[in-house]
Every structure is written in C-alpha cells, then in structure tokens.
C-alpha cells in the first residue's frame, strides 16, 4: 500500500485485456485525486496511477499572478481579495516580502503548526502560562500604549484565559 496520495504518478488508462486500448497519460505530480480530476475526461473505463517517486509535499511557496490579473497595484487589499479568490482550496493565504505576492501554506502544514503549539502549551503549569502571559504583556507594552492598569489587567487576563482554553482544545 503506498504511504501518500501525493507523489510522481504515471497515468494510464484502464484498457482491454490484451492493453491495445490502454492510453498513457503521462507522469505528473501531485495529490491522486487532483490528478485524476484533471484528466477525467481522458479516461476509458477508469484511470490507472502507478507511483513512480515517492516525494514530500511542499508546505508553502510564494505565489504571484500575472500584471494582467489586475492585483498588482492591490497593495494592502491583495490578501483580502486572494482569500475570497482561494476560499474553497484547503490552503491558508498570507502576506510575504516580494512585490505584489502572496505566500500559500497547506491546511495540513498550519494543522501541524497548531498541533506542535497545542504540545508545548500542553506542558505548560497554570503558573508557566501566567508567566508567559506575562511576558506577552511586557512586549506589547513596547509596541502599544494602554491607558491604565485595568486596561493592562483586563489584556493580561484575556491572554491567560486564551492560553488556558488553547491547550485544552
């Protein structure tokens, strides 16, 4: 059984017993199913995937579309705008350095973030947690300017009851 839907496939077409009506569709990359959709309409009975490279998935790659696309000049409303455009893919749009671009991450690489975060959050005491809450705070108090001490207890509750809730999630 192969470890990933993910991989270099050689497609073929499913044919007659003898082969003679067997179609090869090439050797492409990427997940069965996106393959098998793309090339629905090149197959006889059904498609036939034969793994020829077992590869890793790529976790994230900038990502920019063309001058024509119109999102060149989209400045602060280009990931607004690639969110709706990418709403029904299972990736996550965020900002990155290069000109006009964009960076998509997979579902799967920010579920394992998120798994990894819950971990260590996990190993955390209540008082580990009331500390690094603490600390957030500090660093926020050097970027912002909070009024008064309920304002700065009132933040630094809210981040230890959010730290709190996270790792029992």
């Not at 455009?85 to 964009?102: Q, V």
């Amino acid at each position: 059984m192969y470890k990933s839907t993910y991989g270099l496939w050689e497609v073929t077409t499913e044919g007659d017993v003898e082969g003679r009506s067997t179609n090869h569709l090439g050797t492409h990359k990427g997940h069965i199913d996106e393959i098998a959709l793309h090339l629905a309409n090149q197959n006889y009975y059904s498609l036939t995937f034969k793994l020829v490279e077992a590869i890793d998935e790529p976790k994230e790659v900038n990502v920019q579309l063309d001058i024509e696309s119109g999102t060149w000049d989209m400045r602060d409303d280009l990931i607004p705008e690639m969110k709706k455009f990418f709403a029904d893919r299972p990736i996550h749009i965020e900002n990155c350095n290069y000109f006009s671009s964009f960076k998509i991450t997979t579902e799967k690489n920010i579920r394992e973030e998120d798994r990894k975060k819950k971990n260590i959050l996990d190993k955390l005491s209540d008082y580990e947690k009331e500390l690094l809450a603490e600390e957030i705070m500090n660093l926020i108090e050097n970027h912002i300017e909070i009024q008064d001490d309920r304002e700065y207890y009132e933040l630094k509750e809210d981040i230890e009851k959010f730290l709190k809730e996270k790792s029992k999630e």
